[in-house]
């Protein structure tokens, strides 16, 4: 069992409104790289943030924003939706140690109207 | 060319079937990841392998690292195996590791 949660599940919203996604790692984790995964492809890297500092970003403009909490939790912000934006959001957690092994919470899907 | 490609997009079968999927990657790399993803999007990891083969009940993977090649094979396949499998490689092994994806195999098994 994987101990990653995502909140919400699900989310609708409008063009150029702004969302924020959930994401707790799994205990003793202090990595977190989020993915987005449009329909019927696989998943690309936004970015991944260790001990709460940014650290490698994929090719996403700078609306797509996070952070990471002293508990290693993390955020997924997006300002200024766009319609292809619409995608399933995941997040992994992994450890330092074992970094190479990643565990994926269940995901967010977001649809942009 | 995408760094990770698999092989092939959609596979149907009938229950008992033997399953292989394909995954090639064109970069360096110490490690692959097999996962499986369901309907409703949740992704497991299934196996992670850096050289010869691992079994796992009726899932087996390989790899040839030289070939930049590894194999998922499923024996006395079943429905409850339908989903999609995404072969995946750890970019980045000082600075973290990001995961570079397939774009995924839909597996269908008709009972």
Same mark, same amino acid.
């Given at each position: 069992?994987?101990?990653?949660?995502?909140?919400?599940?699900?989310?609708?919203?409008?063009?150029?409104?702004?969302?924020?996604?959930?994401? %707790?790692?799994? %205990?003793?984790?202090?990595?977190?790289?989020?993915?987005?995964?449009?329909?019927?492809?696989?998943?690309?890297?936004?970015?991944?943030?260790?001990?709460?500092?940014?650290?490698?970003?994929?090719?996403?403009?700078?609306?797509?924003?996070?952070?990471?909490?002293?508990?290693?939790? %993390?955020?997924?912000?997006?300002?200024?939706?766009?319609?292809?934006?619409?995608?399933?959001?995941?997040?992994?957690?992994?450890?330092?140690?074992?970094?190479?092994?990643?565990?994926?919470?269940?995901?967010?899907?977001?649809?942009?109207? | 060319?995408?760094?990770?490609?698999?092989?092939?997009?959609?596979?149907?079968?009938?229950?008992?079937?033997?399953?292989?999927?394909?995954?090639?990657?064109?970069?360096?790399?110490?490690?692959?990841?097999?996962?499986?993803?369901?309907?409703?999007?949740?992704?497991?990891?299934?196996?992670?392998?850096? $050289?010869?083969?691992?079994?796992?009940?009726?899932?087996?993977?390989?790899?040839?690292?030289?070939?930049?090649?590894?194999?998922?094979?499923?024996?006395? $396949?079943?429905?409850?195996?339908?989903?999609?499998?995404?072969?995946?490689?750890?970019?980045?092994?000082?600075?973290?590791?990001?995961?570079?994806?397939?774009?995924?195999?839909?597996?269908?098994?008709?009972?």
């Amino acid at each position: 069992e994987t101990g990653v949660t995502q909140s919400p599940t699900h989310l609708i919203k409008t063009r150029g409104q702004q969302v924020t996604l959930r994401c %707790s790692s799994q %205990s003793g984790h202090n990595t977190v790289s989020w993915y987005q995964q449009a329909l019927g492809q696989g998943p690309q890297f936004i970015f991944q943030y260790y001990r709460e500092e940014e650290n490698g970003r994929g090719n996403f403009p700078p609306r797509f924003s996070g952070l990471q909490f002293p508990n290693y939790s %993390s955020e997924l912000n997006v300002n200024a939706l766009e319609l292809d934006d619409s995608a399933l959001y995941l997040c992994a957690s992994s450890s330092r140690q074992e970094f190479h092994t990643q565990y994926f919470g269940p995901g967010t899907r977001l649809t942009v109207l | 060319k995408n760094e990770v490609e698999q092989s092939p997009q959609n596979l149907t079968a009938q229950e008992g079937e033997f399953i292989t999927i394909n995954c090639s990657y064109s970069v360096g790399i110490s490690a692959l990841h097999w996962l499986q993803q369901h309907p409703g999007g949740g992704i497991v990891s299934l196996f992670m392998l850096s $050289s010869g083969k691992k079994k796992h009940g009726r899932l087996i993977a390989t790899i040839n690292i030289q070939e930049k090649h590894s194999s998922l094979h499923i024996t006395a $396949s079943h429905p409850r195996d339908s989903a999609v499998y995404i072969c995946a490689v750890p970019r980045g092994e000082t600075s973290g590791s990001r995961l570079t994806f397939g774009e995924g195999t839909q597996l269908t098994v008709n009972p």
